[in-house]
């Protein structure tokens, strides 16, 4: 059976979009945002991380983390300290991981909720197969700087193409 490629990656967004509304909405009853439970998730897993890798590890730009950053660490939910070179580090709080605890709790309600259609021999296929196609192309991509069209530097062989 053939499946359109564009239905299936809009059910994938669907998915993942639905996922993120019911934690945005229910997160903010524990006092932070999707993206902020993500940070200090992060920032859990890796104390002592830089800002950059930290951007990598929460999928975004080193500017968009460090204005978060910032955010969290004005809400007293992180210290950010100055590591080797320009190099800031970040770790949480006591009260970051209050606020990573309860937005984890929140989580895995949701989470629970939305997989329940799934038994758990499903659940580790759909796992395995977004992994498999999670890591397409990886090694050929620079997560750190997002290209756009216009800021791209032509290839000697586009330059000669477009002479």
Same mark, same amino acid.
């Given at each position: ?9 809009? =059910? ?34 890796? #104390?002592?991380? /830089? ?5 990598? $590890? ?5 500017? $968009? ?28 709080? #006591? ?6 605890? =309860?937005?984890? /709790?929140?989580? =895995?309600?949701?989470?629970? =909720? /939305?997989?329940? #259609? ?27 700087? #997002? ?9 000697? $062989?586009?330059?000669? /193409?477009?002479?």
């Amino acid at each position: 059976m053939a499946v359109d490629l564009e239905t299936l990656g809009r =059910a994938v967004k669907q998915a993942q979009y639905r996922h993120h509304r019911a934690l945005d909405s229910r997160l903010a009853a524990v006092g932070t945002t999707l993206a902020q439970w993500d940070a200090l998730r992060a920032i859990a897993r890796s #104390p002592g991380a /830089s800002g950059h890798d930290l951007a990598l $590890a929460t999928f975004q730009g080193d500017q $968009a983390f460090g204005t978060l950053a910032n955010r969290l660490a004005d809400r007293e939910l992180i210290e950010r300290r100055r590591g080797h070179g320009r190099r800031i580090e970040h770790r949480l709080t #006591p009260e970051g991981q209050r606020v990573l605890e =309860a937005g984890q /709790s929140v989580a =895995a309600e949701v989470l629970t =909720a /939305s997989f329940a #259609p799934l038994d758990g021999k499903e659940r580790a296929v759909l796992l395995d197969l977004l992994t498999r196609i999670g890591q397409i192309g990886a090694d050929d991509v620079d997560d750190s700087v #997002p290209k756009r069209p216009e800021d791209r530097e032509d290839t000697p $062989a586009e330059r000669a /193409s477009t002479g």
